[in-house]
């Protein structure tokens, strides 16, 4: 595994990244002694009540970093704390998005804030039990976070009676079963029971049940690593960062074609151009960007025109994208877009766990199309199948969202990309260095 490089730019805004760098950071005593480490939790255990603590999240306005954006302090309201039996907390490290590495950057720089931020959301939702799916390649970070839960168990963070306190908490570690889909909620839930990975239908939701049929919370590592840092500089001071409907910061992993690819912390609002050209140093001498994924693969593609368009959720749903895992992925004027739309496809074909028919279907069609198109025996049937196809996966028609991105992908390259797809499928010809398209 490569080394990931740091975040840059304006560090005063940081607020997942501040303490990243200092030396041993991932050892217990300096995250407490020089980062503030576990003085949330404890506040949270001993000063606060546990809605308390939930509501302080809403205020926050953090909204989940793993996809969906969906709120968080809304999704813990949902847990039903006082129901009988056991709840628990389930953490999705499984970072399989493609373009997307800022949950490994985290676990490998600061394992101790996703640990303080899951103890904190148990005592929250009450949960006794957190579980922490952690994708089965990432064996730096799981080392990492092992250490940590030891370090945690030992102080007595983690145990019978943290803080003195009479509620028992534990954390475990359950290691991915290596495909993409395991990372989508529900298939998440079903791998961690030991079944095979694949979606529920919902509802119900997680909240109600999720793992062995109880009520889960469940959130990315970068949420709940956001969740120490609310607690400490209180949710009203975290809601003034970012724009007022996309608070706060996030970590965007900007890889691909440009000279600087890394994890960067970025308050949201901030605009694609200076993540791009600023922060990650733009494309190679003598390039040009040409099209970007905003939010990992899964989110529709935006042209070099629309570099000006900010971070936040509002200002991509705008713009027919989305924030989704916060990767960047970059791609200059020497590729192509049908080709790379292909690739793409490929991949979501393969990934599919074949459960539900538009899903299974529909991607292997896109595929077939798109290998006539790049074969040189495309026409407007071609265009109008991948169209098609494209729909058919769309708007809730697939039992989880890996069907969307795959429509995504062919929607959004279509939609600012029409002339290359009729290059290829019409005049037989790649506009890239125009030449043959099946070359
Ligand atoms: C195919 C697919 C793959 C996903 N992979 C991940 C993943 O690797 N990590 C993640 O946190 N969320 C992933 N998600 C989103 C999760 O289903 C879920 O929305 C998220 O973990 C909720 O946490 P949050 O509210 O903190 O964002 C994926 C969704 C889909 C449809």
């Given at each position: 595994?490569?080394?990931l490089?740091?975040?840059?730019?304006?560090?005063?805004?940081?607020?997942l990244?501040?303490?990243?760098?200092?030396?041993?950071?991932?050892?217990?005593?300096?995250?407490?002694?020089?980062?503030?480490?576990?003085?949330?939790?404890?506040?949270?255990?001993?000063?606060?009540?546990?809605?308390?603590?939930?509501?302080?999240?809403?205020?926050?306005?953090?909204?989940?970093r793993?996809?969906?954006?969906?709120?968080?302090?809304?999704?813990?309201?949902?847990?039903?704390?006082?129901?009988?039996?056991?709840?628990?907390?389930?953490?999705?490290?499984?970072e399989?998005?493609?373009?997307t590495a800022k949950d490994r950057y985290i676990?490998?720089?600061?394992?101790?804030?996703?640990?303080?931020?899951?103890?904190?959301?148990?005592?929250?939702?009450?949960?006794?039990?957190?579980?922490?799916?952690?994708?089965?390649?990432?064996?730096?970070?799981?080392?990492?976070?092992?250490?940590?839960?030891?370090?945690?168990?030992?102080?007595?963070?983690?145990?019978?009676?943290?803080?003195?306190?009479?509620?028992?908490?534990?954390?475990?570690?359950?290691?991915?079963?290596?495909?993409?889909?395991?990372?989508?909620?529900?298939?998440?839930?079903?791998?961690?029971?030991?079944?095979?990975?694949?979606?529920?239908?919902?509802?119900?939701?997680?909240?109600?049940?999720?793992?062995?049929?109880?009520?889960?919370?469940?959130?990315?590592v970068e949420?709940?690593?956001?969740?120490?840092?609310?607690?400490?500089?209180?949710?009203?001071?975290?809601?003034?960062?970012?724009?007022?409907?996309?608070?706060?910061?996030r970590l965007l992993t900007?890889?691909?074609?440009?000279?600087?690819?890394?994890v960067y912390e970025?308050?949201?609002?901030?605009?694609?151009?200076?993540?791009?050209?600023?922060?990650?140093?733009?494309?190679?001498?003598?390039?040009?960007?040409?099209?970007?994924?905003?939010?990992?693969?899964?989110?529709?593609?935006?042209?070099?025109?629309?570099?000006?368009?900010?971070?936040?959720?509002?200002?991509?749903?705008?713009?027919?994208?989305?924030?989704?895992s916060g990767g960047?992925?970059?791609?200059?004027?020497?590729?192509?877009?049908?080709?790379?739309?292909?690739?793409?496809?490929?991949?979501?074909?393969?990934?599919?766990?074949?459960?539900?028919?538009?899903?299974?279907?529909?991607?292997?069609?896109?595929?077939?199309?798109?290998?006539?198109?790049?074969?040189?025996?495309?026409?407007?049937?071609?265009?109008?199948?991948?169209?098609?196809?494209?729909?058919?996966?769309?708007?809730?028609?697939?039992?989880?969202?890996?069907?969307?991105?795959?429509?995504?992908?062919?929607?959004?390259?279509?939609?600012?990309?029409?002339?290359?797809?009729?290059?290829?499928?019409?005049?037989?010809?790649?506009?890239?260095?125009?030449?043959?398209?099946?070359?």
């Amino acid at each position: 595994m490569t080394e990931l490089r740091g975040s840059s730019g304006d560090a005063s805004h940081h607020v997942l990244t501040r303490w990243f760098g200092t030396p041993d950071l991932h050892r217990l005593e300096t995250y407490a002694s020089k980062a503030g480490g576990y003085t949330a939790l404890r506040k949270a255990m001993l000063d606060m009540a546990p809605a308390d603590i939930t509501n302080e999240v809403k205020t926050s306005g953090l909204r989940g970093r793993g996809g969906a954006g969906f709120a968080t302090g809304i999704k813990w309201s949902f847990i039903n704390r006082d129901a009988p039996g056991p709840k628990y907390v389930v953490v999705n490290a499984d970072e399989s998005e493609p373009g997307t590495a800022k949950d490994r950057y985290i676990l490998e720089n600061s394992p101790h804030m996703v640990v303080e931020g899951i103890l904190i959301a148990a005592y929250a939702v009450g949960a006794n039990q957190a579980w922490v799916y952690i994708r089965g390649e990432y064996d730096r970070p799981y080392q990492m976070l092992t250490e940590a839960i030891e370090e945690a168990r030992a102080k007595g963070y983690i145990g019978p009676k943290p803080f003195g306190k009479d509620y028992p908490l534990d954390i475990r570690l359950y290691r991915g079963h290596g495909a993409y889909i395991c990372g989508e909620e529900t298939a998440l839930l079903e791998s961690l029971e030991g079944k095979r990975a694949q979606p529920r239908s919902r509802p119900p939701f997680p909240a109600v049940k999720g793992a062995w049929g109880r009520p889960t919370l469940l959130n990315n590592v970068e949420t709940l690593a956001t969740v120490p840092a609310i607690l400490n500089m209180g949710g009203a001071e975290y809601a003034k960062l970012g724009t007022a409907k996309s608070p706060g910061t996030r970590l965007l992993t900007v890889s691909g074609n440009v000279r600087k690819p890394g994890v960067y912390e970025v308050e949201l609002g901030k605009t694609f151009r200076h993540v791009i050209m600023e922060l990650a140093g733009g494309p190679p001498e003598g390039r040009k960007v040409k099209v970007f994924w905003p939010g990992g693969s899964s989110a529709p593609v935006l042209p070099e025109s629309m570099l000006d368009t900010t971070t936040d959720m509002e200002a991509l749903a705008a713009a027919r994208s989305m924030g989704g895992s916060g990767g960047v992925i970059v791609m200059d004027d020497t590729h192509c877009v049908v080709k790379a739309a292909h690739r793409l496809l490929k991949f979501y074909a393969y990934e599919s766990c074949g459960k539900c028919t538009p899903c299974r279907v529909g991607g292997d069609w896109a595929v077939r199309t798109y290998e006539r198109i790049l074969a040189g025996q495309g026409s407007q049937v071609e265009l109008d199948i991948l169209q098609r196809v494209s729909d058919g996966l769309q708007n809730g028609r697939c039992l989880c969202g890996l069907g969307d991105s795959a429509g995504w992908v062919i929607d959004g390259t279509l939609r600012h990309f029409r002339e290359e797809y009729e290059d290829h499928a019409l005049r037989h010809e790649c506009n890239v260095g125009k030449v043959a398209a099946h070359a």
